[in-house]
């Protein structure tokens, strides 16, 4: 549904291979089906605190892509209220030791830490934004939503969600290229 | 005097606080109509259709347009020969609990900022600024205010004598350092004199003013004309991801101040600019009053 929005659109599917890491530039349309994570400050200061207590995680993080959001509740007969990205710099100080474990994306909005930036070239891993505010649009493709962990933190806890077609943009690309960069001078006057 | 019955205030405020998540201005509207036109980049262009997309949707299926409901913000007119049956407060409070929960928006008020940050799990309290007007009717403006936009807001005491330019460049500048987390492309309210704190609460108010509509002093409406055109040149674009649209409007209000200021308050409002207006004329002769 998406091709028309936009010249190209690259299908992907969760969880995430190096291959298709690699190979996803700053700039390009994607959309993702699969399984994604969802995680916000709360549940990312819980996951590292077990990992500095050096016990194991609640949910399997390697090859996954996580998701800042904290969704509106789900009417009746829908799988997901409204979904929109939260800012990503919240959680900029946990993601490092996330993507030394072996995560492979990240979706939200703002900008990034250069330390996030170095250790997703390191870890070759991809950073997309969704569109902060097209929140009903993207709770579309969110077919399905489990909690697995964290239940008591609401909108906040961690849920899987299946996803189809979930529409986002390259926006930071495992080799350091940064939309949030190079884009902006191109239209300034 | 008229006698408005808090029931009928909860309600009012209820149906506002809903309408305003579902249903997005037709100034908003046309004005990101109006912007996929002229928008250079591809990507921005893809991102307003998004934006496009998302308000028909959550209007068709009364979804919320955002996620961040935001924190409940009301402006209130009331009218000095009003009679308020019960209780003011808890009668605006009830609505914007039950509108939260009844129509399935995220609740997103905490309690202690710095300890406990605890859910209040109704959104409340409400943020409720009263202006007590001649007339005999309750004049509402609701704006739930999302968190993104709302932290790229500033306040500057500024000299007089950095002036009207002055002014432009704190403006242009405060829409800079933000970037893309407000979710460009934005509204812009500023209000210039006052206090600070005065400042602030009516450049929140200034956000709200139509699209279009330029202050009527011709030389604040050239500070909003030059600001936009200033802003629009940085670059930043639909969600920041580049491009020639970053603001879609500037209003800039002001009020008398003290001889030795000049307090200067810049309010960011994303694109999903959530208000609602409603007026309460009170009992029977409601349908009277109306025309
Ligand atoms: S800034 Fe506005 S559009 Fe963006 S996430 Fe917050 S409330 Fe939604």
């Known amino acids: 549904m998406h091709t028309a929005y936009y010249m190209e659109i690259k299908k992907i599917n969760t969880p995430l291979t190096d291959e298709v890491?690699?190979?996803?530039?700053?700039?390009?349309?994607?959309?993702?089906?699969?399984?994604?994570?969802?995680?916000?400050?709360?549940a990312h200061r819980r996951l590292i605190a077990l990992l500095e207590e050096g016990k194991e995680l609640p949910i399997e993080i390697k090859n996954q892509i996580i998701y800042y959001v904290g969704p509106a509740p789900a009417k009746p007969g829908y799988n997901c209220g409204s979904a929109g990205p939260?800012?990503?710099h919240r959680m900029d100080t946990y993601t490092p030791s996330l993507l030394d474990l072996g995560l492979k994306g990240m979706i939200g909005k703002g900008l990034r830490s250069k330390e996030v930036i170095e250790s997703m070239i390191k870890?070759?891993?991809?950073?997309?934004?969704?569109?902060?505010?097209?929140?009903?649009?993207?709770?579309?493709?969110?077919?399905?939503?489990?909690?697995?962990a964290y239940e008591e933190l609401g909108p906040e806890a961690i849920h899987r969600y299946y996803v189809e077609y979930f529409p986002a943009i390259v926006c930071i690309d495992a080799r350091g290229n940064n939309l949030y960069e190079s884009e902006p001078p191109k239209y300034a006057k | 005097m008229r006698e408005i019955n808090s029931e009928q205030i909860k309600e009012k405020v209820k149906?506002?606080?809903?309408?305003?998540?579902?249903?997005i201005g037709e100034d908003v509207l046309n004005s990101i109509r109006k912007a996929l036109n002229v928008e250079k980049s591809e990507t921005g262009r893809y991102v307003l259709r998004m934006i496009l997309?998302?308000?028909?949707?959550?209007?068709?299926e009364k979804l919320a347009i955002c996620q961040d409901t935001g924190l409940a913000v009301l402006f209130i007119k009331l009218g000095q020969e009003v009679h308020i049956k019960g209780n003011w407060k808890e009668a605006i409070n009830e609505g914007v609990k039950e509108a939260y929960i009844d129509g399935y928006l995220r609740k997103s008020a905490v309690t202690d900022p710095v300890f406990d940050r605890k859910n209040t799990k109704t959104n409340c309290p409400a943020i409720i600024y009263t202006d007590i007007v001649p007339g005999d009717r309750i004049e509402l403006l609701v704006n739930p205010k999302g968190f993104g936009s709302e932290n790229m807001s500033a306040l500057a005491m500024m000299k007089p004598a950095d002036g009207a330019e002055g002014i432009v460049d704190f403006i242009v500048e405060t829409v800079r350092k933000a970037g893309p987390n407000p979710c460009p492309p934005t509204i812009i309210g500023v209000c210039v004199g006052g206090t600070a704190d005065q400042a602030c609460v009516l450049a929140k108010k200034a956000a709200m003013r139509k699209i279009g509509e330029h202050n009527p002093d011709p030389r604040y409406a050239k500070m909003e004309k030059d600001a936009l055109e200033r802003i629009n040149k940085l670059g930043i674009g639909p969600a920041g991801l580049g491009g020639s649209t970053t603001s879609l409007w500037v209003s800039i209000d002001y009020v008398p101040t003290h001889i030795a200021g000049m307090p200067v308050a810049v309010n960011i409002c994303c694109h999903a600019d959530r208000h609602a207006h409603g007026v309460l004329y009170g009992n029977k002769k409601d349908k009277y009053s109306i025309n």
């Open chain 2, 53 to 60: 997309k998302n308000y028909e949707l959550s209007a068709n």
């Open chain 2, 15 to 23: 149906e506002l606080f809903l309408k305003a998540n579902y249903y």
């Open chain 1, 86 to 88: 939260t800012t990503s």
């Open chain 1, 123 to 148: 870890n070759n891993a991809v950073y997309f934004a969704a569109i902060g505010g097209a929140a009903a649009l993207i709770a579309k493709s969110i077919k399905d939503s489990q909690v697995v």
């Open chain 1, 21 to 42: 890491v690699r190979n996803l530039k700053a700039g390009d349309g994607v959309s993702i089906t699969g399984y994604i994570y969802t995680g916000r400050d709360a």
